[in-house]
Structure formats: C-alpha cells, structure tokens
C-alpha cells in the first residue's frame, strides 16, 4: 500500500493535513531507524506523535493551539479528562497513553542522557518503532470500524514499514551492513566511515570491516583505494569522510531504505 491509500483508511474520521503530517514522521522514523540514525529516529517518532495527538484532538473538538501555543502533553491531559460518553475509549485513553510514552522518551531521552551512561538511544529506538506501528494500525482499525479488524489493520501498517530491523548491526565494536541490494566493496567501505562519523577509522580496520562483508583481502584493499577523493587521511593511517563522502553514503542508505 502507498500513501494515498493509507489516506483513504484515516480520513475522514480524521484531518487530511494531519493525516499527512503523521504518515511522513512515520516513516521517517522507519527510515531513520533502518539506517541506525537511533537519534534522528526518536526526533521523528516524537513528531508522529504530535501529529497523531492533533488528529485525535480534533477529531475529539478539542482546541488546538498552532505554533509555539501547541502542547502534546496538555491535549493528551484534556482528552483523559473528557467524559465517556464524549469519544470512543481508543481516542481518549489507548492511544493517548501510547502516544505519551513514545513523547516522553522523544522530550526527555535521547542526546540529554549522562555523558557516563551507556547510551541509550538505540533502545529507545527499539522501543518506539512499534509502538508507534500499533498506534497506526490502531488508527486505521479505529478509523475503519466494522470494516478492517486489528490484524488488518496491523498487516496493512507493517506494509508500510517494511523491514522493522535496522539495516546496521553491531556487535562487540564489529559493524554489519545488511543490506537488501549487493554492495561494492567500495560500498562497505563508505557506509562503515559513514557510521563512525565524525569519528576516524583506521585503514586496518576498514580493511577488516570491508572483509567481514566477504570480501577478500586484495578486494578489501582496493577499495580503501578508491575512496581516496572523498576522505581526509589524517597522516597516521586514520581516515574520515569529507562532505562529498557522506552524500554518496547516504545516497546508498536510502536506496537501501526505499528498496
């Protein structure tokens, strides 16, 4: 299913722009997380939230304050408080509390943790990515009442978000790419300084990266080789990509993501 159809499955009951606006942070914080941009993915899912809290707040006749004046946390407060009778239990209760949990990891984690901590952004990552697929889908299911039940609606949001594993993996210092289309050793090579960014990798331990990925070491060579115009030797056999660097790995990330 595409955008459009998921347009279709919201609106009504709920705002077309809303609808827009959350289907776009959605998967944004997908792409983000499928990529390993742990933080990038949380910025993300904390404004799908917002999006999907003006969705409910409107559909809900709630007040909406625009700019600076909008507050996810006092309309999540203000739907709680609405009586019964006034809007179904999913739109006053279920997926506000879902949404919270997914706004306070967003609001109060990521780069603001102790500097002396394990970092905890890919966790949270790991957590909010389904959360915010069930609140989708329970959208979707809320949204298409009599019409589409849970798994429905479940199916048709892990459509959307494809693969729900990052495409980079590590493990005890050692990084995977694991990608859905082959990549060059070429490749390899810029994605493992692309994720170490803006931090230097040894030449050895780019030559060992490459190899993991099943390349042998003469390929693994060559390849360092070829990345000579778009990196910054620091003299001591430790390199760093330059700007031209990082847009063509990024440009492999999102044919990857988009794939």
């Keep these: 299913m595409d955008k459009k159809q998921f347009e279709a499955l919201l609106t009504p009951p709920f705002t077309k722009k809303h609808v827009d606006a959350a289907l776009d942070h959605f998967s944004g914080a997908v792409a983000n997380f499928q990529s390993g941009d742990w933080e990038q993915c949380i ?19 709630l007040t909406m304050l625009s700019g600076r004046r909008f507050s996810a946390g006092t309309v999540m407060d203000d739907l709680g408080r609405m009586p019964a009778t006034a809007a179904d239990d999913t739109v006053r209760i279920t997926t506000p509390r879902a949404c919270r949990f997914v706004y306070d ?19 949270d990552a790991a957590a909010v990515v389904p ?3 069930w609140i989708l889908a329970e959208m979707i299911r809320f949204a298409q009442k009599g019409v589409i039940d849970t798994a429905q609606a479940q199916e048709f949001v892990e459509s959307l978000s494809a693969r729900r594993y990052p495409l980079v993996e590590e493990i005890d210092g050692r990084v995977y790419f694991h990608h859905p ?22 030449e050895k331990d780019l030559v060992a990266t490459i190899k993991r990925h ?3 070491a003469n390929n693994a060579t060559t390849a360092v080789g070829r990345i000579r ?18 847009e063509e790995a990024e440009s492999l990330m999102k044919q990857d993501v988009s794939s």
């Design 214 to 216: 099943g390349f042998k």
């Design 229 to 246: 115009n778009v990196v910054d030797a620091d003299g001591n056999g430790n390199l760093r990509l330059l700007t031209s660097g990082l």
């Design 105 to 123: 990891i967003a609001s109060n984690r990521g780069a603001r943790h102790d500097p002396d901590e394990i970092d905890p952004n890919e966790m």
């Design 131 to 133: 959360v915010c697929s």
């Design 181 to 202: 289309k082959k990549k060059s050793a070429r490749d390899v090579a810029l994605l493992a300084l692309a994720y170490r960014h803006p931090k230097r990798v040894a």
């Design 43 to 61: 910025a993300k899912a904390g404004k799908y939230v917002e999006a999907t809290i003006k969705m409910l707040g409107t559909y809900a006749n």
